[in-house]
Protein backbone atom coordinates (compact mmCIF):
# COMPACT_ATOMS: atom_id res chain seq x y z
CA UNK A 1 0.00 0.00 0.00
CA UNK A 2 0.88 3.07 -1.01
CA UNK A 3 0.98 5.73 2.13
CA UNK A 4 -0.60 9.01 0.99
CA UNK A 5 -3.49 10.85 2.83
CA UNK A 6 -6.37 8.95 0.75
CA UNK A 7 -5.08 5.73 0.51
CA UNK A 8 -4.61 6.17 4.30
CA UNK A 9 -8.85 7.50 4.92
CA UNK A 10 -9.81 4.95 2.24
CA UNK A 11 -8.19 2.38 4.90
CA UNK A 12 -10.83 3.73 7.94
CA UNK A 13 -13.69 3.41 5.37
CA UNK A 14 -13.06 -0.08 4.57
CA UNK A 15 -11.35 -1.19 7.99
CA UNK A 16 -12.50 0.55 10.68
CA UNK A 17 -15.64 2.22 9.98
CA UNK A 18 -16.59 3.85 12.79
CA UNK A 19 -13.55 6.17 13.10
CA UNK A 20 -14.99 7.20 9.38
CA UNK A 21 -18.21 7.16 10.72
CA UNK A 22 -17.35 9.54 13.50
CA UNK A 23 -15.90 11.68 11.46
CA UNK A 24 -11.98 11.23 12.08
CA UNK A 25 -9.64 11.81 9.30
CA UNK A 26 -5.84 11.44 8.52
CA UNK A 27 -5.00 15.41 6.85
CA UNK A 28 -1.10 15.23 7.28
CA UNK A 29 1.42 12.63 6.30
CA UNK A 30 4.80 14.22 6.63
CA UNK A 31 8.52 12.42 7.41
CA UNK A 32 8.42 13.71 10.93
CA UNK A 33 4.55 13.67 11.73
CA UNK A 34 1.09 12.80 11.15
CA UNK A 35 -1.76 14.80 11.37
CA UNK A 36 -5.70 13.48 11.90
CA UNK A 37 -8.52 15.97 12.56
CA UNK A 38 -12.11 15.32 14.07
CA UNK A 39 -15.15 17.80 14.28
CA UNK A 40 -17.55 17.87 17.20
CA UNK A 41 -21.22 17.15 15.54
CA UNK A 42 -23.92 14.80 16.48
CA UNK A 43 -22.80 11.82 15.79
CA UNK A 44 -18.97 12.63 17.77
CA UNK A 45 -20.49 14.48 20.59
CA UNK A 46 -21.12 13.27 24.56
CA UNK A 47 -24.02 14.12 27.09
CA UNK A 48 -22.09 17.37 27.64
CA UNK A 49 -21.79 19.03 24.51
CA UNK A 50 -18.28 18.20 23.66
CA UNK A 51 -16.03 15.56 21.89
CA UNK A 52 -16.69 11.96 23.26
CA UNK A 53 -13.41 10.41 24.60
CA UNK A 54 -13.81 7.52 22.23
CA UNK A 55 -13.41 9.83 19.26
CA UNK A 56 -10.53 11.86 20.25
CA UNK A 57 -8.94 8.50 20.86
CA UNK A 58 -9.30 6.93 17.89
CA UNK A 59 -7.88 9.77 16.46
CA UNK A 60 -4.75 10.03 18.26
CA UNK A 61 -4.34 6.34 17.96
CA UNK A 62 -4.16 7.31 14.34
CA UNK A 63 -1.73 9.18 14.15
CA UNK A 64 0.36 6.90 15.77
CA UNK A 65 -0.37 3.73 14.36
CA UNK A 66 0.44 5.53 10.35
CA UNK A 67 4.08 6.17 11.70
CA UNK A 68 4.23 2.36 12.86
CA UNK A 69 2.29 0.95 10.17
CA UNK A 70 4.10 3.32 7.34
CA UNK A 71 7.84 2.68 9.12
CA UNK A 72 7.00 -1.01 8.94
CA UNK A 73 6.14 -1.44 5.06
CA UNK A 74 9.11 0.99 4.16
CA UNK A 75 11.38 -1.80 5.94
CA UNK A 76 9.95 -4.63 3.57
CA UNK A 77 9.80 -6.82 6.31
CA UNK A 78 6.65 -8.59 8.19
CA UNK A 79 6.39 -6.88 12.08
CA UNK A 80 3.34 -7.12 13.53
CA UNK A 81 2.30 -3.87 15.60
CA UNK A 82 -0.21 -4.02 18.77
CA UNK A 83 -1.85 -1.47 21.11
CA UNK A 84 -0.45 -2.58 24.65
CA UNK A 85 -1.45 0.30 26.75
CA UNK A 86 -2.94 3.41 26.10
CA UNK A 87 -3.42 6.70 28.89
CA UNK A 88 -5.05 10.21 28.18
CA UNK A 89 -4.82 13.51 29.93
CA UNK A 90 -7.93 15.29 29.03
CA UNK A 91 -7.43 19.19 29.80
CA UNK A 92 -10.47 20.69 28.61
CA UNK A 93 -13.65 20.19 26.86
CA UNK A 94 -13.04 19.59 22.90
CA UNK A 95 -15.26 21.67 20.77
CA UNK A 96 -15.00 22.48 17.17
CA UNK A 97 -12.39 21.30 15.05
CA UNK A 98 -9.41 19.52 17.24
CA UNK A 99 -6.38 18.41 16.05
CA UNK A 100 -4.28 15.58 16.63
CA UNK A 101 -0.41 15.35 15.98
CA UNK A 102 2.25 12.54 16.73
CA UNK A 103 5.96 13.82 15.95
CA UNK A 104 7.47 10.68 16.70
CA UNK A 105 8.73 9.51 13.77
CA UNK A 106 12.51 9.02 14.55
CA UNK A 107 11.12 7.01 17.32
CA UNK A 108 9.01 4.73 15.86
CA UNK A 109 11.99 4.06 13.18
CA UNK A 110 14.88 3.32 15.43
CA UNK A 111 11.97 0.76 17.00
CA UNK A 112 11.33 -1.11 14.33
CA UNK A 113 14.90 -1.03 13.00
CA UNK A 114 15.57 -2.67 16.56
CA UNK A 115 12.81 -4.94 16.03
CA UNK A 116 14.09 -6.18 12.95
CA UNK A 117 17.98 -6.65 13.43
CA UNK A 118 17.47 -8.17 17.16
CA UNK A 119 14.63 -10.01 16.02
CA UNK A 120 12.55 -9.49 19.43
CA UNK A 121 10.24 -7.61 20.20
CA UNK A 122 10.10 -4.11 20.96
CA UNK A 123 8.21 -1.72 22.77
CA UNK A 124 7.81 2.28 22.21
CA UNK A 125 5.48 4.93 24.05
CA UNK A 126 3.52 7.37 21.12
CA UNK A 127 2.52 10.98 22.09
CA UNK A 128 -0.49 12.30 20.45
CA UNK A 129 -1.53 15.79 21.09
CA UNK A 130 -5.13 17.59 20.63
CA UNK A 131 -5.55 21.24 19.75
CA UNK A 132 -8.46 23.13 19.49
CA UNK A 133 -9.49 26.04 16.75
CA UNK A 134 -7.40 28.54 19.38
CA UNK A 135 -4.12 25.86 19.73
CA UNK A 136 -5.16 25.42 23.54
CA UNK A 137 -4.60 21.79 24.15
CA UNK A 138 -7.14 20.09 25.27
CA UNK A 139 -5.91 16.36 25.43
CA UNK A 140 -2.75 14.22 25.15
CA UNK A 141 -2.95 10.39 24.63
CA UNK A 142 0.00 7.91 24.80
CA UNK A 143 -0.27 4.38 22.96
CA UNK A 144 2.36 1.68 23.72
CA UNK A 145 3.24 -0.14 20.45
CA UNK A 146 4.27 -3.87 20.79
CA UNK A 147 6.14 -4.86 17.61
CA UNK A 148 7.68 -7.97 16.72
CA UNK A 149 9.65 -9.22 13.69
CA UNK A 150 7.20 -12.39 12.54
CA UNK A 151 8.59 -15.37 12.30
Known sequence: MKFTVQNINRFLFLKLPIAWIAGVRL??????????????KWLSQNPFNSMYFA???MAAELTTGVLVMREINESHQSVSMLVAEN??????????KITFTCVD??????????AIL????????LNSKAFDQERNCVSEFQFKWTLKLKS
Not at 105 to 114: F, G
Request: glycine share 4%; aromatic share 4%.
Open 118 to 125: TKKGQTVW
Open 105 to 114: AKLVKTTVNN
Open 27 to 40: TKLAPEATEAKARL
Open 55 to 57: VQA
Open 87 to 96: SAIFHKKARG
